[in-house]
């Protein structure tokens, strides 16, 4: 158990539904990642927000709508998502994102399938 | 293109061998590496980490060395065990940008 808790662990929707991806941090922490994690590949920073601020979007496209509204929760909003977007959706959270402060804790993760 | 690369993609090791995983780095300014690991199913957990004035650090089984001179980074497991069965991650951190990730490294371990 890290402290960071994602839900769903398993989710299969189709190209044209609205669904939400949760993540919840228990740590106390002031910033909150999503990562995209795809078959062999590095895992992709997506968002990045630190005291509920959004300070990095990895040019992810608008299909993929993030939501802060503190410091312990973050949404991923998905809308019109495509078969390729199908991949683990990790949330990560630190102390801050500054030197060691940005050291990441992470969820279980999202196993996403875009049918 | 990424700064952080590991060499092999995978490395399959007898149980009670030790393991060497590495990893190599670009980025001569960053500050911390971190190594993760993650196992099937799960998100990666921080194993341990090492400050760019160290050279060396040890933990329970697992020995992290730096090499700043050619930019590189191993994570050594003594006595590997079918546990230990999982990708490796190594981080790096400079500044104030997010943890930059390598491709990762499966580990398999033979019984």
């Known amino acids: 158990e890290t402290g960071v808790t994602q839900t769903p662990r398993h989710l299969v929707m189709g190209m044209t539904n609205k669904k939400s991806l949760k993540c919840e941090q228990h740590?106390?922490?002031?910033?909150m990642y999503w990562y995209k994690q795809s078959a062999k590949k590095p895992l992709e920073l997506m968002f990045v927000?630190?005291?509920?601020?959004?300070?990095e979007n990895n040019s992810v496209p608008s299909r993929f709508s993030p939501e802060c509204p503190n410091s312990s929760h973050l949404f991923l909003h998905l809308h019109t998502l495509q078969p390729e977007d199908s991949a683990l959706y990790l949330c990560?959270?630190?102390?801050?994102?500054?030197?060691?402060?940005?050291?990441?804790?992470f969820g279980q993760g999202t196993r996403l399938t875009v049918v | 293109g990424e700064s952080v690369g590991l060499h092999l993609p995978t490395l399959s090791v007898q149980e009670g061998d030790n393991s060497i995983i590495n990893c190599a780095y670009s980025?001569?300014?960053?500050?911390?590496f971190i190594w993760y690991k993650q196992e099937s199913g799960k998100g990666p957990q921080f194993i341990i980490d090492?400050?760019?004035?160290?050279d060396k650090r040890q933990g329970q089984r697992v020995t992290v060395l730096l090499n700043k001179t050619v930019k590189h980074l191993s994570l050594q497991i003594a006595a590997t065990q079918p546990g230990d069965s999982a990708v490796y991650f190594c981080?790096?951190?400079?500044?104030?940008?997010?943890?930059?990730f390598g491709k990762g490294t499966r580990l398999s371990v033979i019984a």
């Open positions: 990560a959270s630190s102390q801050g994102v500054s030197g060691r402060d940005t050291e990441a804790f």
């Open positions: 980025n001569s300014a960053s500050d911390y």
């Open positions: 927000y630190n005291f509920k601020e959004q300070t």
């Open positions: 090492i400050r760019s004035n160290m």
């Open positions: 981080a790096e951190i400079w500044g104030n940008t997010p943890l930059v």
């Open positions: 740590l106390g922490h002031n910033a």
